[in-house]
């Protein structure tokens, strides 16, 4: 047998010894916990909840101190459901009088329970209140939620939260669109898991996209909303107003404010403006050349708001209180989109004064 040339050995060699050395460190990377990958959004949004042949999807029922954690915008979240998947452990459906439909900003992702302005609301009035707030709804869900349960209970008061992803191609099955694709997104590829994948590849992945966002000078994050994906929930849809999205959302609303006269219960609506919205002046340094979708969610939002009085139904955009807030302290998250506990005070300040005003 021919023997191998000495350089040949001396390469494999070598060889060999990177492989034994990766996979000392690799070892040592997986056991201590430094290669396990960060979870991405859908990941974490998928661990806690389950399929829903009428909503699509909704919170698992029944959790006890479930914890999220979103590592790379250093938030976590307690979250304690009823049997139906709702934020209202120990809460009487029949026994309340104002309830809540909205979207994450609604259920108050990210903030514990008693600092989410449902709550504060509650604890300022004195009384029960039903919170049906999930991440991820818009008005697909928003009218069975009325259809299901406002139209059961018939409560007093009911104010829905509409906030600017809610202006985006209406359908539907879009709850059962998001399962889906929140599924999909949940698994990762075992290669995701290794040291050299995360130390490596994906660090120099990243650095080759496009970025999207930036950090203003008060720390927060800012998304391009020109450059953030449809399905990323950052904002309104490019072509809101010019396709028939404008339509279907606004006879949504439409047939949500004719229920609720139908049955006799007081509807309030209030608009949520995106984190660029508020913090307007700082995306405008940020991103100058790309101002379009925060006019189509003002003119999106006005447009509702004229719907909805020319129902007698009274609309407060929240926008204009919080752009006037937004300088003396941080409302929302650095990096993730949604209200800190500042932000829901004050959000709760505002609904507390219109309900008074109009009481």
């Known amino acids: 047998m021919q023997k191998i040339k000495p350089w040949l050995q001396n390469l494999l060699l070598m060889l060999a010894g990177v492989i034994v050395g990766l996979l000392i460190i ?42 999220t954690v979103w590592k790379e915008a250093k938030v976590a979240e307690v979250a304690n459901t009823d049997s139906y998947g709702f934020r209202n452990l120990g809460k009487d459906y029949t026994k309340s009088n104002l309830y ?36 991820g709804y818009s008005f697909a869900q928003y009218e069975t939620l009325f259809n299901e349960w406002i139209v059961k209970y018939k409560p007093n008061t009911v104010i829905l939260s509409i906030v600017a992803n809610d202006l985006t191609n209406y359908s539907a099955d879009i709850g059962q ?26 660090n120099n992945k990243n650095s080759l996209q496009t970025p999207i966002s930036k950090e203003a000078k008060n720390g927060l ?12 929930g950052v904002g309104v849809d490019s ?6 999205a404008v339509v279907k959302v606004e006879t949504a609303l439409s047939r949500i404010i004719n229920l609720t ?43 509702l708001c004229d719907i909805a009085t020319s129902k007698e139904v ?32 004050l959000a709760a300040k505002v609904i507390l004064n219109t309900l008074r005003n109009n009481s």
């Open 26 to 67: 690799e070892t040592f990377a997986i056991s201590t916990g430094v290669a396990a990958p960060q979870k991405s959004k859908a990941q974490i949004f998928y661990q806690f909840i389950q399929s829903d042949a009428e909503l699509g999807y909704k919170p698992k029922s029944d959790l006890r101190d479930f914890n």
């Open 100 to 135: 809540f439909i909205g979207d994450s900003f609604t259920w108050g992702q990210w903030v514990s329970e008693e600092k989410i302005f449902p709550r504060l609301v509650e604890s300022e009035l004195k009384q029960s209140v039903i919170n049906l707030g999930v991440p």
């Open 177 to 202: 669109k998001i399962y889906n694709t929140l599924k999909e997104r949940s698994s990762s590829p075992w290669y995701e898991k290794s040291f050299l994948y995360q130390l490596v590849l994906k």
């Open 221 to 232: 994050t800012l998304f391009n909303l020109s450059l953030a994906q449809p399905e990323s």
């Open 239 to 244: 072509d809101y107003l010019t396709s028939d």
């Open 261 to 303: 006269k139908e049955n006799q219960v007081k509807l309030f609506v209030f608009l949520i403006p995106s984190k660029e919205s508020a913090y307007i002046n700082n995306y405008i340094e940020l991103f100058p050349e790309d101002l379009t979708l925060l006019k189509n969610e003002e003119v999106g939002y006005q447009r």
């Open 314 to 345: 009274t609309c407060v955009n929240l926008t204009n209180d919080f752009r006037k807030n937004s300088q003396q302290e941080k409302l929302y998250f650095d990096i993730d989109g949604h209200w800190n506990p500042a932000g829901h005070q």
